[in-house]
C-alpha cells in the first residue's frame, strides 16, 4: 500500500509560479512511477506530467510542455511538480498518483492517489 498526500497548491496570479509536492508512505517509492493529474470543475481528469522511478523518463501534456517541470526525490519519498508561468485555464485539483509504468496516461492505469490539491491562477 501507498499513501500520497499533496500539498503547496493555492492562489497565484497568472504568470506566477507553484510548487506541489506528494510525500509518499507506506512503501518505497523505488521501482515506482509517479504521475501527476489534474482536474477542473465539469471536466474529466487529465495527465499532467509522469516520471519514472529513476527520473530517466518523463511525460509532460502539450498543455504544460515548457513551463511544468516533474522531479523527485526517491531518498525523501517525496514528488514535485513545479509550475511556472501559470496561466487561468491551470485552475484544477491537481492529483498524484503512483503506478507501474510513466507511459501511462490514463488515470484508471494508477493504483494509488493522493486526496488533491487546489490550484487557482487569476487573471
Known amino acids: 500500500q501507498v499513501q500520497l498526500v499533496e500539498s503547496g497548491g493555492g492562489l497565484a496570479q497568472a504568470g506566477g509560479s507553484l510548487r506541489l509536492s506528494c510525500a509518499a508512505s507506506g512503501r518505497s517509492l523505488n521501482s515506482i512511477a509517479m504521475g501527476w493529474f489534474r482536474q477542473a470543475p465539469g471536466k474529466e481528469r487529465e495527465v499532467v506530467a509522469t516520471?519514472?522511478?529513476?527520473?530517466?523518463?518523463?511525460y509532460y501534456a502539450d498543455s504544460v510542455k515548457g513551463r511544468f517541470t516533474i522531479s523527485r526525490d526517491n531518498a525523501k519519498n517525496t514528488v514535485y511538480l513545479q509550475m511556472n508561468s501559470l496561466k487561468p485555464e491551470d485552475t484544477a485539483v491537481y492529483y498524484c498518483a503512483a503506478g507501474s509504468s510513466p507511459a501511462f496516461l490514463r488515470p484508471d492505469r494508477y493504483d494509488y492517489w493522493g486526496q488533491g490539491a487546489q490550484v487557482t491562477v487569476s487573471s
Open positions: 516520471i519514472s522511478w529513476s527520473g530517466g523518463y518523463t
